[in-house]
């Protein structure tokens, strides 16, 4: 049966290279080819690290504990990673728990990501092998790893299954992911500070590393990590504590999935999809012209996004981006250019306006029948995304000025941004139309993130924001450089020039995104009704 288990599942990873025909097909062998060439460069970057064997242990260490936190925490941060492990599916199968279990550990260990984890395990266990001699004991420590991720992240997905499918679910996971990522950028910046002497700035990272590292190696990864060195040391009272630490790990993930799968498997699951009236928020749905359009749209966004948990995170993780980020990568006079980063995140939240909709994209092919409603649909979506971006914004320039003292950039750093966020939201708003993808929406299955098939469009439209919103703040860019490097007064003049061409942007996208629509809305609306399946 285990074996049934695995054949079905690479079955699903190589259907979509035998379903693509042609030129496709040759494109995703390619993307795939690429995809494998960077995992091992990876891993060749790790296995290197053992020309520096006293760093390479504390190093690995942190790596291998980040990985097990990843592996737990990505499908209730993301809100699911792979459906074809959702044990909902094979309840009323006739296989006993066990079976299912071994035959899920099997499906979980094939496809793109785990043989990418495998390859980043393989370098790592040549740079703790320290001689050569260690190498069979670092490659079963690191395959002790790689099954201690997916036991344990598929218990925790598991035993959180039935709470997030919920409304409430996904407002813990969004708690969870926010608390996380704050974590991470508090640690970041804690090991990376120095002071007021730049030149430690390395020194400080090591330092802290090391020290994270004497407290991680009592976790199974950090006993994993030690495991080889030890037993190359004669340690052997203290490398059969780390193989205790490991196994005993790994045997309570086990035993703990076991638990979560019997009860998902014999108990009903609830729903908590209640929400509560709008209280009569916007008064009517009539929409009149282009502005009555515009503030049903903007209104309808705006309550959606304070209502649904994985419309609110984004929003939450940009304002962190866009304040904090700037603290991580640029140390005195010039973070508050960083910002614009922030500013083009802002952009994108204005992207994928008809996916979102799924099957109910076709009341919008109802009810928007001209090039009035059209385009006032296309600007109240753009309105929401441009009022808080544009207070995000400013106030993280305003933040990074008043810390670093550096107010002189203000009216260059504030132009450069906002000509990035307003061309990121008229390059999002026309990628809507143009390279529309589906968004899963039932949201009843923590293990579904996204629509097979659709994940290259996904990934071209995301880089398209970027490209395109630094594409329209060019002009100003050149304006910030000359402020710098010629007279602050061409500060000025950016920030009249960048949101001018933002505006004119905006303008042209929002008149070609209408036309787009109107000429190809049944051919979106059947690309986006792949989410309602998913």
Same mark, same amino acid.
């Given at each position: ?227 080889? /060195?030890? *037993? ?11 193989? +205790? =630490?490991? &196994? %005993? !790990?790994? #045997? ?123 385009? /006032?649909? *296309? ?11 544009? +207070? =995000?914004? &400013? %106030? !993280?320039? #305003? ?136």
């Amino acid at each position: 049966m285990v074996g049934v288990f695995a054949g079905l599942k690479w079955h699903l990873v190589t259907s979509r290279i035998r379903a693509a025909g042609g030129a496709k097909r040759a494109w995703t062998i390619v993307g795939l080819v690429v995809l494998l060439l960077v995992a091992v460069f990876i891993g060749v970057s790790f296995g290197s690290l053992r020309l520096l064997p006293a760093d390479a242990v504390p190093i690995m260490t942190s790596l291998l504990t980040l990985q097990l936190i990843g592996w737990v925490l990505t499908p209730l941060v993301a809100f699911g990673v792979d459906e074809t492990v959702d044990p909902q599916r094979f309840a009323l199968l006739p296989l006993r728990p066990q079976t299912l279990q071994s035959g899920l550990l099997v499906t979980s260990l094939i496809g793109y990501l785990p043989v990418a984890n495998m390859i980043a395990l393989v370098g790592i266990a040549v740079a703790l092998s320290v001689p050569w001699s260690l190498l069979p004991v670092a490659l079963v420590c690191m395959i002790v790893q790689m099954l201690l991720c997916v036991v344990l992240s598929r218990a925790a997905s598991t035993s959180m299954s039935a709470l997030m499918s919920s409304r409430r679910g996904r407002d813990l996971g969004m708690a969870v992911g926010l608390g996380i990522f704050v974590f991470y950028m508090l640690f970041v910046f804690l090991t990376n500070s120095s002071g007021s002497n730049p030149s430690a700035n390395g020194q400080a990272l090591r330092t802290g590393v090391f020290g994270v590292a004497d407290v991680l190696q009592w976790l199974p990864p950090g006993a994993l990590a030690a495991l080889p /060195g030890q *037993v190359g040391a004669g340690e052997w009272d203290r490398a059969l504590l780390s193989a +205790v =630490i490991a &196994l %005993a !790990g790994l #045997a309570l993930a086990w035993w703990w999935w076991s638990v979560a799968l019997r009860r998902s498997l014999t108990t009903v699951p609830s729903s908590t999809e209640g929400s509560s009236p709008s209280h009569g928020v916007e008064g009517t749905a009539v929409a009149v012209g282009v502005v009555g359009t515009m503030k049903v749209v903007a209104g309808r966004d705006r309550l959606l996004a304070w209502r649904d948990p994985m419309r609110r995170m984004p929003w939450l993780m940009v304002v962190l981006l866009t304040v904090a980020w700037p603290f991580l990568v640029i140390r005195g006079s010039g973070a508050v250019f960083a910002v614009a980063f922030g500013a083009l995140l802002c952009g994108a939240q204005a992207g994928n306006q008809y996916g979102v909709e799924g099957s109910g994209l076709w009341l919008h092919l109802q009810t928007v029948t001209d090039r009035v409603r059209a385009r /006032g649909e *296309v600007l109240g979506h753009a309105i929401v995304a441009l009022i808080p971006g544009v +207070v =995000i914004v &400013l %106030a !993280g320039i #305003a933040v990074q000025a008043t810390v670093h003292g550096d107010f002189q950039h203000i009216p260059a750093a504030a132009g450069g941004c906002l000509a990035a966020l307003f061309g990121a939201v008229a390059v999002s708003c026309y990628m809507s139309a143009r390279l529309p993808y589906a968004q899963p929406q039932s949201r009843k299955s923590m293990f579904a993130s996204s629509v097979p098939g659709q994940k290259g469009r996904t990934t071209a439209a995301s880089f398209a924001f970027l490209i395109g919103g630094l594409v329209v703040a060019l002009p100003t860019i050149v304006l910030v450089l000359l402020s710098l490097l010629v007279d602050p007064v061409w500060g000025w003049l950016a920030l009249i020039v960048g949101p001018l061409t933002g505006l004119v942007a905006l303008a042209i996208s929002v008149r070609m995104t209408a036309d787009r629509f109107l000429q190809n809305g049944p051919e979106i609306f059947e690309l986006v009704r792949a989410g309602d399946r998913v």
